[in-house]
């Protein structure tokens, strides 16, 4: 299969790309062949003197995976569609496709499991965090082993995240040589289509989730009518029994976990036009003859996230509501509401870096990146940053029940990688670092719930482990409030978790400046937490400061008390404590949080070497280059260490990255983009975007750690704004770390904290036009180079060196430009 460059795909019987075009109104760029939509027409930054460089309105360009063969490999070639709570990968075959799908929320272990318990502890364990604290007094370090053994117990029952299934569709033209061969993904539509042609027909495959409609979505079509022949089937995993019926087209199945006796259930409705439709005794279905055939597939569990119990309603309804609500509407209308949706979230951001896409599958262009700054490079690097946005999309929307995990929405296992769960010493944290400031603040719904779903279980641990009000979250967690520990010494004790979420919580507040969401969701949180804390801290002996204790860096070295991380997130969220409840007049919690934090070790030393200390003690050493990079949590993502306000802190931050060095797992160099876009290094922080392009990215540009883990691929899209826009601080800045790499470009739609949305243009590596609208009234300061030269900005505004000072009026665009 080698037809490469397939030119042109035939305009199908309504199944295609180019439907999904002109039902929404869409340039018709969806069936140019790949590689037409180059930048020929988007060049923004080379825009007519005169002319505004933010007011293109050309398509997005180049953003579309594909290639010319079949996927064989789920993880590293199918291509992922979503909706935030269905996903499926799909491989593109010709003889027996096979669509692996997922049910966000189909969960073994927790209750019903045998042995579930949280991970709290089975029996008391009087004094014994009491014990360790001691014991790391006496001695300074304790090796995890020994606290472990102390604190830790065995996990029982926690379960992993399950495949669905497989929609099995069995093609008679199986044998037939196919030649044109191209499946793609565009990420403008979010739609995967597959085309070929098999004994001289031309077959397309179309494919995407439905959020609004919540079913997937398959569409077969041809060329020529009467020639859409399968057998559609549904196959489970091994691990699960259940019955299947096929009625009037309608596959139905049906079970319980053994495990858990979680309630699953599938649909599958076949519409066909013209040509004939049976149902088989097996549960199949199958197809002959047809013009063309449209599949449904909903799925649901009766899973919960309510505390004790996980359990909700039988999902026969609600699934059987959702097929049947999406087949009585045309093919083309569901379609059209898809990409409406779709668009309404994807569209908000566009990023021009000079690309252009060639016109090679995407698994030469990722063999082929160089790092180097070519066009090709850039377009990749272009499409990689919207490609984390997309798959944020499809694995996180608001009515989800469960936030992206490891993996997302995509999981093809029973007993998946880490479970594909919430590792939430750095892997969910991460996977949410790009929501708001990519203009996908809707996206952070399902965390917040999830969040909040913790609070009650978490309040038990806090109790029965340390006696203390508030709740509590380790270095993991299940889809079932699991909040305690288990017994790996090295990945088992992290009650800084909860504290670390919290951050997210009024992040949201910054960038939006929605006070009742301040009111009703954050800060009710941050206050629990905050109240865990309170009592939690101990004066630490040496130097009467107030510390964590027993405090361990993730994932390395040993246990001591007030790690630098374990400082820094408490510092972290009492400084949004205060501030949020000084906004909200909570004056005696706002006092009693300050008190505390005046007393506070704010975990930030430099040490011997000039690094920055990762613990109290000065035990760093310069030759580790441990995947972790936890002690600088305070530069990223807290906003204690930045160049404008602590330059001294900085420089040794970045002594202590340097040490590390660019390797490290696909997270791992995610989270160094970040870091030195915040150091306001930008060729060190496109070095690690190029490491990752190149030694921890899969051909379908999936992150891999490895194994495939998604954190890396929203990581790295963070790290890309952090590269042009940053506000952690007081003030907005405007490409605070520009690669010499990308000298010309444009983004529009990027978020700034304090309601803002920010279009920048630039070239010859310098701002050239910005534009701030405004959601609300306030005074902002905003920095750029730009302002050291002429410039026009017709409001009022004072400037100093560079930075100017205005107010803004709500729903108003302030633009400045060069000259
Ligand atoms: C953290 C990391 C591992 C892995 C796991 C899922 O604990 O240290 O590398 O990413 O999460």
Known sequence: MTNRGVSRRAMLAGTGAAVAASAVGLPGRADAAPGDAGLADAT??????????????????????????????????????????????????????????????????????????????????????????????????????????????????????????????????????????????????????????????????????????????????????????????????????????????????????????????????????????????????????????????????????????????????????????????????????????????????????????????????????????????????????????????????????????????????????WSADYHVNINLQMNYWLADPANLGDTTGPLFDFIDALRAPGAVTAKQMFGNPGFVVHNETNAYGFTGVHDWPTAFWFPEAAAWLAQHLYDHYRFTLDRRFLRDRAYPVMREVAR??????????????????????????????????????????????????????????????????????????????????????????PADDHRHVSHLYALHPGRQISPATTPELTRAAEVSLRARGDGGTGWSKAWKINFWARLLDGDHAHLMLSEQLKTSTLTNLWDTHPPFQIDGNFGATSGVVEMLLQSHGDEVHILPALPASWPEGKVTGLRARGDLTVDIAWSAGAAREIAVTAGQSARVILRSSLFGSAFRFPHRSEREGDRITFTTRPGERYVVTAG
Request: glycine share 10%.
């Open 532 to 621: 865990f804390w309170l009592e939690e801290l101990i004066v630490d002996p040496r130097d009467g400061t107030l510390v964590v204790s027993p405090s361990y860096s993730p994932e390395h070295g040993d246990f001591s008390a007030g790690a630098s991380m374990s400082q820094q997130i408490v510092f972290d969220l009492f400084t949004n404590v205060v501030e949020a409840a000084t906004l909200l007049g909570e004056s005696r919690f706002r006092n009693e949080v300050a008190a505390a934090l005046n007393r506070l070790d704010p975990g930030t030393r430099i040490g011997s070497w000039g690094q920055l200390q990762e613990w109290k003690g000065d035990w760093d050493d």
């Open 44 to 417: 923004p930054a080379g825009s007519a003197p005169g002319e505004s460089a933010l007011t293109g309105t050309a398509p997005d360009a180049g953003l579309t995976l594909w290639y010319d063969e079949p996927a064989e490999d789920w993880e590293s070639q199918a291509l992922p569609i979503g909706n935030g709570t269905l996903g499926a990968m799909v491989f593109g075959r010709t003889g027996t496709e096979a669509i692996q799908f997922n049910e966000k929320t189909l969960w073994t272990g927790g209750p019903g499991s045998e042995g579930y318990d949280f991970g709290n502890w089975r029996e008391p364990r009087p004094g014994a965090i009491a014990r360790v604290q001691q014991e790391i007094n006496e001695r300074e370090r304790v090796a995890p082993e020994e606290v472990a053994a102390e604190l830790g117990q065995a996990r029982f029952a926690y379960g992993s995240y399950q495949s669905f299934g497989e929609l099995t569709l069995t093609f008679p033209e199986l044998d037939a040589a196919v030649t044109g061969y191209r499946r793609s993904l565009d990420l403008n539509t979010a739609l995967a289509t597959v085309s070929y042609t098999a004994d001289g027909v031309r077959h397309e495959r179309s494919h995407f989730v439905s959020n609004p409609g919540r079913v997937i979505v398959v569409r077969l079509g041809a060329d020529r009518a009467g020639q859409v022949s399968f057998t559609a089937a549904v196959a489970l995993p091994a691990n699960r029994t259940a019955t299947t019926t096929a009625v009037n087209g309608r596959i139905t199945v049906a079970g319980a976990l053994t495990d858990n006796g979680l309630r699953f259930e599938g649909q599958v409705r076949v519409l066909t036009g013209g040509g004939s439709r049976v149902d088989n005794p097996d549960g199949s279905v199958t197809v002959s003859g047809a013009d063309w055939a449209t599949i449904l597939v909903a799925a649901g569990t009766n899973y919960s996230d309510k505390y004790p119990t996980y359990r909700g309603t039988d999902p026969h309804r609600r699934v059987t509501a959702d097929v049947d609500r999406a087949a009585a509407q045309p093919y083309a209308k569901l379609l059209a509401a898809h990409v409406r949706d779709h668009r309404s979230l994807f569209g908000r951001v566009r990023l021009d870096l000079g690309q252009h896409m060639p016109n090679v599958p995407t698994d030469e262009l990722l063999a082929s990146y160089q790092g180097a700054g070519s066009p090709a490079d850039r377009a990749l690097e272009a499409l990689f940053f919207q490609y984390g946005r997309y798959l944020l999309i499809g694995s996180s929307r608001d009515n989800a029940r469960l936030p992206a995990n490891l993996q997302g929405v995509w999981n093809k296992y029973d007993a998946a990688p």
